[in-house]
């Protein structure tokens, strides 16, 4: 069996590889996987850190994925929609904070019709120099060529797993075909587009991991987002534990090596995990943050895992605290819109 010093010399990793780094518990050959990806990061996006600002716009959801706190079927939820202006003011407060990015996310809720949020679109383009993310799920192809000539840049579509059986007992009314189709419909329509997957996932298994990572490859995504499974109350899946971090720090660095231009966050669940967790998935070759702007009276009913961290802070505090981190490990805020390296777009 190579090690993971030999398989860190390859050119290209193929699956036994992807398993073995994915799978690897000694930490001298975990120090050895963090370090390249490291480099590698370095090597392709320097040592810039973008800033995405999320607005948890809605927590309504028409999807009942097994392991969501907000899925349809938890009625324990404190249900909200933010109105326009909400949502514009909010968009504002990211935009004075001097982010280049905003991120626009909610569940599968179809009380906003496509027009309507396209006009919400090209109201936050008129208003501020910004590039604009949506994760919004699955929606008609109308929708996506709507809000792409509205100004939107990006799309976050996660696929969660590429196993066909997993994805479709985690998620009973979606069809992994449809998650993969529009994966490929929001590329051709002009999104840079981003996917990913969630680590931990019960019956999930290291080949699924790699094969997550080659998907990822294979649809050539822009964003890469590999986060830990981490339970929520009210749903099938409260009483199952996480993993452990290493193994989604694992995940993230072999992602890195697999795919060296994209965009890997060190999400915020990492920093439910371990308070040092968005520090150490820095160091492991993610180079985005997104930190919450969802105002406080909504907040905390977008919980769709347990023990979300970052409270009732005012976000201007947590942007501070970000900066002292990223100084602490000799990195810097990105000053420009963090478009795709792959792209020659340079307007938000």
């Not at 290209?12 to 398993?19: G, I, K």
């Not at 909200?80 to 626009?104: C, N, P, Q």
Request: charged fraction near 30%; proline fraction near 5%.
């Amino acid at each position: 069996m190579k090690s993971v010093t030999d398989i860190l010399a390859a050119d290209r990793l193929e699956r036994d590889d992807l398993l073995a780094l994915i799978g690897a518990r000694d930490e001298e050959g975990r120090r050895a996987l963090y370090r390249r990806a490291d480099d590698v990061r370095r090597a392709t996006h320097g040592n810039v850190v973008h800033l995405r600002g999320i607005i948890e716009f809605s927590n309504y959801c028409r999807c009942d994925c097994l392991y969501c706190g907000v899925r349809a079927s938890n009625k324990r939820v404190a249900r909200y929609r933010m109105s326009e202006e909400e949502i514009l003011r909010a968009a504002e407060t990211i935009a004075e904070a001097g982010i280049k990015t905003i991120v626009l996310q909610s569940g599968e809720d179809l009380a906003y019709t496509s027009e309507a949020f396209g006009e919400i679109i090209r109201e936050i383009k008129r208003r501020h120099d910004v590039a604009i993310t949506l994760s919004l799920g699955e929606r008609p192809r109308e929708d996506y060529e709507r809000w792409r000539e509205a100004g939107a840049d990006r799309y976050l579509l996660k696929h969660e797993t590429a196993n066909r059986a997993l994805y479709e007992r985690l998620h009973p009314t979606q069809s992994f075909d449809e998650r993969i189709d529009a994966l490929r419909l929001l590329k051709e329509i002009g999104f840079q587009t981003g996917s990913g997957n969630v680590v931990g996932f019960p019956d999930q298994t290291d080949e699924d991991i790699a094969d997550d990572l080659l998907l990822c490859r294979e649809l050539d995504v822009d964003m890469a987002s590999f986060s830990p499974f981490l339970p929520a109350d009210d749903t099938p899946l409260a009483d199952l534990p996480s993993p452990p971090l290493w193994k989604t720090l694992n995940v993230m660095a072999a992602a890195r090596l697999v795919l060296p231009d994209a965009h890997i966050p060190a999400t915020t669940a990492l920093s439910a995990m371990d308070p040092e967790g968005r520090a150490l998935g820095l160091r492991a070759g993610a180079n985005v943050v997104m930190p919450t702007f969802t105002p406080n009276e909504f907040r905390f009913n977008y919980l769709i895992y347990n023990a979300k961290p970052g409270g009732s802070e005012d976000p201007t505090k947590k942007l501070d605290d970000l900066r002292a981190l990223l100084d602490r490990l000799g990195l810097r805020v990105g000053d420009d819109y963090g478009h795709s390296v792959k792209t020659k777009q340079t307007a938000g």
